[in-house]
């Protein structure tokens, strides 16, 4: 253990004697260790989001164009609906046996980037949304906020608000008649955080659409009247898309080509369209996990060379620490603990740049409240990436510290 | 009763590379007997020093120190009774570059297995006139502070036995006494046999037992 401490101070020594190339080689590793990193922590946290947001959703319903980006809009709230659909003809595909449960949902509006979406009851029910107080809309124009967006915007039960046209950030045109915000919802961790919701009815009203307040007006209190108001009492009206439950998992082999068969709708699966999105972007994350690899086999290198010349200039050195009495062993240990120590200062700056980029990132996009990623998670892979980082040191040391195990004795001081 | 040997060098020859085989003079050394081998340069004073320190593998012959068969140890064994029955000075220096004077001397403590006695590590470099030299690395001594710092760690572990090659020839009068009277004093002081090769005529007057190296 005595050996194993001198081993490293000498090391030490060593190193902060050549501390330029040393800081070189640990920037390097840290710079590769630090984009696998950030990479990993932002795929997992990705990853794990889709899969909370779309729990629960075996199909969606929505208009035809990409489904890719039906599945974005609907159940992610990520981009632009594809159109929007009628509620006439929806009603009698989501009649079907195979259909357990159908969620509407309205898009077209947004309040200081968060999504208003005009749904029932039965949409808080798909992320095991809890009110943090108030209660759920009872007529149109009523509103409930997802905890985030209460958190952000500031606003309170008993707020009022003017939502605007569109979806993006900037927001469009203001409507005249406002919101009045009567219940909050508890963080659920999915998407529902990140929205305002309210019943489909208010964005019918808000856009003029000739509707019957009582029919268009779903109460949260009957959310089986609302799922009705499309087909029994909203004919011509439109929404965005519905979300879909399978009554039983066969339903999947045959109703979305049922609906992409019979109706002017398209049917899209969550599961499938989130597997395509990952396999689209594999080849990008694959490039850039590539790219960071090579910039920690190219500090692997700068390890080894470094060795290698600080071996030939002190080579005399080594030698005279066995003249003092180390073991061979002490040599090889100063020589790998310099590869060690670069590796672990390599490892901790990288892990420290690593979470520190993803938690910028994280920010940087939760000004647009779309993604929610941060640095301040750790995952299993990160070990892996850590064990790999120290793996390359430590090889890159091998032949170095067995060239001084070889040379550095002491009958080199004899032949000086 | 006889004194003890403690160093006996018996039908010893060696061979550097490339060189030719060289014929080690036979020396027995006893115990306090403070020695100097003197010889001009070529003489094998210092092949004969290295061969006591075992820094140099031997053709024949066998190297004894203190009764056992040093020359046989194992390398490793060889480098452990070095480092903590020895006190080395080499004719290069060879201070570690990368540690400051004082880590120098503890690392010397270390690594004979001692714990590292700070107060007498600024006692000695006082005796030497180094003392405000300790937390410089090596680069920045002059010749002669590198030399007195090589002392320093030749005597920090009070060894047995003290071998020192050309320990004064880089330095001046004043030095070079003060250099040799401590080596003296601190072999006195912890019964170590001091042993020196150098072809410094100045400190002849210091020593009872001359050996003279002449020229194979």
Sequence with gaps: ?416 | MSTPMLVRVVGASCQYQHGHPIRLPDVAIAAGQHTLLLGASGTGKTTLINAIAGLQTLLTGAVEIDGGAFSTLTASARDQFRGQKMGLIMQRLHLISALTVRANLALTQSLAGRAVDYTMLEKIAASLGIQDKLDRPPRQLSQGEAQRAAIARAVVNQPRLILADEPTSALDDHNCEAAITLLLAQAEQYHATLIVATHDARIKSHFANVIQLVSA
């Excluded at chain 1, 509620?87 to 309205?106: D, F, N, R, T, W």
């Excluded at chain 1, 008649?177 to 990140?194: E, I």
């Excluded at chain 1, 060795?307 to 009495?325: Q, Y």
């Excluded at chain 1, 995952?379 to 032949?399: D, F, N, P």
């Design chain 1, 1 to 416: 253990m005595k050996n194993i401490g001198i081993s490293f101070c000498i090391a030490l020594a060593y190193l902060r004697e050549r501390k330029f190339s040393a800081a070189l080689n640990v920037l390097l590793l840290a710079l590769g260790v630090a984009t696998i990193i950030a990479l990993v922590l932002i795929l997992t946290q990705a990853e794990s989001r889709m899969q909370r947001d779309s729990a629960g959703i075996d199909l969606v319903i929505g208009a035809k164009g990409s489904p890719m980006q039906l599945v974005l809009s609907s159940v992610f709230q990520v981009d632009i609906p594809t159109g929007n659909i009628s509620v006439e003809e929806a009603s009698q595909v989501i009649a079907e046996p195979a259909v357990k449960l159908a969620v509407p949902l309205a898009l077209g509006e947004s309040y200081r980037g968060f999504r208003i979406v005009g749904t029932n009851p039965a949409y808080i029910g798909l992320y095991g949304g809890q009110l943090a107080g108030g209660r759920l809309w009872d007529k149109p124009l009523e509103a409930v906020l997802g905890a985030d967006a209460a958190k952000t915007t500031g606003l309170k039960i008993g707020s009022t608000f003017n939502g605007s046209h569109g979806l993006s950030d900037s927001g469009g045109a203001s409507h005249d008649q406002a919101y009045s915000v009567v219940g909050v919802l508890a963080p659920t961790g999915s998407v529902l955080d990140r929205l305002i919701v309210t019943s489909v009815a208010s964005v019918w009203v808000l856009h003029d659409h000739e509707q019957e307040p009582a029919a268009a007006g779903a109460s949260a209190a009957n959310p089986a009247k609302d799922d009705h108001a499309g087909h029994d009492h909203s004919k011509g009206n439109e929404v965005t898309a519905y979300l879909v439950q399978y009554a039983t998992p066969l339903a999947a082999i045959s109703f979305p080509r049922f609906v992409n068969a019979t109706s002017s709708m398209q049917a899209a699966s969550p599961a499938m369209e989130s597997a395509r999105l990952f396999q689209l972007l594999g080849v990008g994350i694959a490039a850039l996990k590539g790219f960071a690899a090579i910039m920690m086999l190219c500090a692997a290198l700068g390890i080894f060379i470094g060795l290698m010349n600080a071996l030939d200039e002190r080579r005399a050195d080594l030698a005279l620490l066995r003249v003092l009495g180390a073991s061979p062993m002490v040599v090889v240990l100063v020589t790998l603990a310099q590869g060690l120590m670069v590796g672990l200062m390599g490892v901790i700056l990288g892990l420290l740049l690593g979470h520190a980029g993803a938690e910028w990132i994280g920010q940087t996009y939760a000004e647009s409240q779309r993604v929610a990623i941060g640095g301040r998670i750790w995952v299993v892979e990160e070990v892996w990436i850590v064990l790999a980082a120290l793996g390359l040191a430590l090889i890159a040391s091998i032949v170095p510290a067995w060239r001084a195990y070889r040379d550095a004795t002491p009958e080199l001081l004899a032949s000086r």
